[in-house]
């Protein structure tokens, strides 16, 4: 398995505790806080900022319980709608993911994702008529009673590789010069993870895929998403070309070509929070890593 830097949670999301009112309160008055506001925590010391109960803002906000670590103490998260005011710091998940510790990470990824959906999801999509967080924010309910529950789209992520142990990425048109990836794409209604990588590498890069082989999956709420990685070989891979739309140029890369085509610049990886990057670490292996390791990175 992939080791994934955004699959690390590691508080207990006490599930039964959502429906629980009075428990719920009980740990709000001891528990820990976290802010979120348009897209950012807040954050001190290079990490989440935590905050107390009686700290909480004082604009409209909503309240999600994220679950309870092993002393028994409550996690939030504060999702403000208000600008904050004052001298706070603000920082993207994505900026601050490659130095918190792994109970953060799991806590900024859930919170980050719980609050997204709900920001996406003010009225009901049923009637039309507002909605309200309930369940600590696993629900949101309209007047009317509908319900509705907080969403993930899969998407699936594949490495391919021919029978030269090569990998094949793709460059996308809107991408900086140099950035190069692994294909993927959202899974479609009635469609398995396993069919969903065929088709896209099928559409993406035009060659089929054989031998589908389960790497792990991680978290990506950017803004709803989680990603399962998959590998796959062709036997085709002089056949595979950019289908010219969303992918405008493709290559294949040895150990020894990707290294030297870091080296000179003309190639790019992607950022080392995604799955695409621990899947190019993990084929590049373990005796090579560092050198991948080292090098810079889009984001
Ligand atoms: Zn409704």
Not at 84 to 89: A, E, F, K, T, Y
Not at 274 to 288: D, E, F, K, L, Q
């Amino acid at each position: 398995m992939l080791h994934l830097p955004l699959a690390r949670a590691q508080l207990d999301r006490k599930a039964e505790l959502r429906t629980d009112p009075l428990a719920l309160q009980q740990l709000e008055s001891n528990g820990i806080f976290y802010k979120f506001y348009d897209g950012n925590f807040f954050t001190a010391d290079g990490g989440l900022a935590k905050f107390a109960f009686d700290q909480k803002p004082t604009g409209e906000h909503e309240t999600f319980f994220l679950g309870v670590d092993d002393s028994g103490v409550g996690h939030f998260l504060w999702s403000q709608k208000d600008a904050p005011s004052g001298d706070v710091q603000l920082a993207s998940l994505r900026q601050i993911a490659g130095a918190i510790s792994a109970t953060e990470i799991g806590i900024a990824v859930q919170g980050q994702g719980l609050a997204l959906w709900h920001g996406s999801h003010p009225r009901c999509a049923r009637c039309g008529r507002e909605t309200k967080s309930f369940d600590g924010g696993y629900l949101r309910r309209c007047d009317e009673g509908h319900q509705h529950h907080p969403r993930t789209d899969p998407a699936v992520i594949v490495l391919v590789k021919d029978r030269q142990d090569r990998i094949l990425l793709g460059h996308q048109g809107s991408w900086d010069e140099g950035r190069f990836s692994t294909f993927a794409g959202f899974v479609e209604p009635g469609e398995s993870f396993e069919a969903a990588v065929i088709r896209e590498v099928q559409e993406e890069a035009g060659v089929g895929v054989t031998e589908l082989v389960y790497l792990g999956s991680q978290p990506w709420p950017f803004p709803a998403s989680v990603m399962i990685a998959f590998e796959a070989i062709t036997d085709d891979p002089e056949r595979a070309r950019a289908d010219g739309s969303e992918i405008t140029e493709i290559g294949w890369w040895s150990r020894d070509s990707i290294k030297a085509d870091i080296d000179s610049g003309r190639l790019r990886l992607p950022p080392f929070v995604s799955v695409a990057r621990a899947m190019i670490n993990r084929w590049y292996g373990p005796s090579h890593r560092e050198d991948l390791r080292s090098k810079d990175s889009w984001r």
